[in-house]
Structures are given as C-alpha cells and as structure tokens.
C-alpha cells in the first residue's frame, strides 16, 4: 500500500469540515441514545435493595418496557439475568439442552463460542454447520428434530438470518436464538423463537453486565420436564421444585442486579417509546444502514464482507477495506480516534480486517452522513503513512 496518488495527498491532508456530532460507532456498548445524559436517569433505587417494593416495582416496569416495546405475546416471559448476553445464552443451554440431538450454526466467534460450549464443556456431540466470515451455512440443511443454536446477527461478521422461515412450524426440537444484535432492530417472529438472549448495550445503548433472557411455552415445558445431567451454578437455576421460578420473571432477578444500569436501560426504554416501539427503532436503524450502504456504493476502495443484501446485518456493518491488513485498519482507526471524528470503527479481533459500523437506533443518521468524508481523509493518510 505504498502507492500514493496526487488525489490520496490531496485528501490526506485536507480534513473535513464537519465531523460527527456523537462519533461512537461502537459494536458493544454502543451509542447512548440521543440526549442522554447521567442527570436524566431516576435514582430513586439507588442504595436500595432490589428486593424492596420500590426495586422490584423497577425491575417489573423495565420488563413491562420490554414487552411493549418488543410486542412480546403473554405467551412469552422475559428475565433480568446475571452475566450480558452471554450470560443468558448459557444459561438456556446449561438448563435445557440434552434432552434431544443438537445442531449449532456458527458463521462467526460468538456462533463458534457456542460450539466450544457444548462440545468441550456440556460434552454433546452436535451437528455443526458452518460458513465463513460473511456467509450463512445452508439454513434449509438444519434438521429441526433436534435443538438448534444460532445468532440471529453476527455482531462480528455483519451477517444475519435473512428472516424466520427457515425455522419450522413443527419443530421438535427448540430453537435458541442469540439475537443480541438483533433485538429492537428488526421485527422479530416471536412464534418462531423458544429462546432468545439479548443485552441492553446493544440496540438500547444500555450498559453491559446484564442480559435478557425471553422463554417460549416450549421452553418452559422443556425446563419443567427435564433436568440435565451436570450440576448448574446457582445463577444458572430457572426451576424450583419442577416448576418455573416465576419471580425471575417478574423482577425478583436470582442475583443482585446494578439498579442504576436497570434505570439507564429504562431511559432507554422510554426513549425508544417515545419514537413507536420497536417500529421507530426499527425505522433509526434501517436509515442508518442505508446511510453506510450509499457511503459504500460510492468509494470502490470499500466493501460489505456480507456480499448478499438479503442477509446483511443493519446493526453491525461489516466492510472490506481494499488492500488493508490488521496494522492498517489498526492505524486508520486510531487516525479516526485522534480526530475525533469516530470511536471503535475497527472490525472484531477474529474476523477479516475491516471495519465495523454500528448503525443501530441509537446512532443519529447525519453522523453516518458525516462519516464518509472522514472515511476518505483517514484512508488517505493511512496510505500515505
């Protein structure tokens, strides 16, 4: 990369005007949503225990935000549980898998991470099925005799399921869906979904340490009728005397929760009403990704690692940067960084080197505008470097 043009000096050193009026572009946490500031959050049930009518009223009203924000049926239960995303994953699949055949899909690191689970930790022996960084295994391969683990949008591949109809209607087994990335930003098939897992510091820009944990009928019956073989943690535990422990879901969370991280993800959640539910943030996020589509389009030294638009994440956007290796893409982030002009733009560790563009609800589209010009500047001066 050291052949620089008159037209990449030129633009190396000419910065744009404008940058981003909030360049957080982060993958996790993300973007704060718009106005947020600490002086906002209630504190209330702060320095109280999450155990006293007040915490519990808290705790119950951010669910209840929850599912009216998700339109979640009453059919579904939804929990505050220890440990983010991946918390909440473990938790389903410590409790509920073994009792039929396993099949995990796994397209990028957190898919691969579920693999090393049941293999190495629960000792199953599941049915992979794999595809590289920007692609789906074949969905239409999956046997849904048996229990099925995926991520719904591969936060560090910027690939997605393109929809719920591969999921049968008639499935045996239950499906698992690690929809951390996906959550608040695209209409979800609740019908389609036993499990699903999600952390506030996603879509919501809330803070980590919490996850989400939301059960079906199915996998309810599934925890009331089957005790696995291994021994589960105390924060893994969902069943009390063969029967669901209702109060997870009704706000009595099975450790202590951060009360001020549950009023941060309640702004949040007020926020995100206060635009339609998840239909505005549905709507954020779609003009954000069509915002970095067209800065795409528009520079042929830029490309979608997910080549296909029909599953092409509109959270997590993954691009190609032409000719750029790790030492690259490391100092064209931190060209970005100095400036100002964008934090945390490098892609994922594991994945190809690239760039990562959050382009979820809590990112205002005239920053993604913005964000191109300083694309071509740090570009540049990388090359020039």
Not at 45 to 63: A, D, F, P
Not at 96 to 112: D, H, K
Not at 287 to 299: G, H, S
Request: aromatic share 10%; with cysteine.
């Amino acid at each position: 990369m050291t052949d620089l043009t008159a037209a990449d000096a030129t633009l190396a050193s000419a910065k744009p005007a404008t940058k981003p009026a909030r360049p957080y572009f982060s993958s996790g946490p993300c973007a704060k949503p718009p106005g947020w500031s600490p002086e906002k959050l209630a504190t209330e049930s702060l320095g109280r225990s999450h155990r006293s009518k007040l915490g519990k009223t808290r705790l119950q009203y951010c669910i209840d935000l929850m599912r009216e924000l998700l339109r979640l049926p009453d059919t579904h239960r939804i929990g505050i549980v220890p440990g983010s995303d991946t918390g909440a994953f473990e938790m389903a699949m410590w409790t509920m898998l073994g009792a039929r055949p396993v099949t995990t899909l796994a397209w990028e690191s957190f898919g691969e991470g579920w693999v090393t689970d049941a293999v190495k930790q629960l000792k199953l022996d599941p049915t992979v099925l794999r595809a590289g960084y920007g692609q789906l295994p074949d969905l239409n391969a999956v046997d849904w005799s048996n229990d099925v683990l995926f991520t719904w949008n591969g936060t560090t591949s910027g690939v997605r399921v393109p929809n719920g109809d591969w999921i049968a209607d008639d499935r045996e087994g239950l499906s698992f869906a690690d929809a951390t990335s996906a959550v608040f930003a695209y209409d979800m098939p609740w019908d389609k979904i036993d499990v699903a897992t999600f952390s506030w510091q996603k879509v919501l820009g809330g803070e980590g340490a919490h996850g989400v944990l939301i059960l079906g009928p199915r996998a309810v019956e599934r925890l009331e009728t089957y005790t696995p073989a291994w021994p589960l943690p105390k924060v893994f535990r969902l069943v009390s005397k063969g029967k669901l422990a209702e109060g997870v879901f009704k706000g009595e969370t099975i450790n202590t929760p951060s009360m001020l991280a549950v009023e941060d993800a309640i702004f949040a959640l007020e926020w995100g009403k206060g635009l339609g539910g998840a239909k505005g943030l549905i709507a954020r996020s779609d003009a954000n990704a069509a915002a970095l589509d067209k800065i795409v389009e528009e520079r042929d030294w830029l490309g979608h690692l997910a080549e296909d638009p029909a599953i092409r994440s509109r959270t997590s956007v993954c691009l190609t940067v032409e000719g750029a290796d790790a030492d690259f893409i490391k100092k064209f982030a931190s060209l970005l960084e100095k400036e100002g002009a964008a934090y945390d733009v490098a892609g994922y560790r594991d994945a190809p080197a690239g760039l990562r563009i959050w382009c979820g609800a809590t990112v205002d589209t005239a920053d993604i505008e913005a964000l191109g010009p300083w694309l071509d500047w740090a570009y540049a001066t990388a090359r020039a470097g």
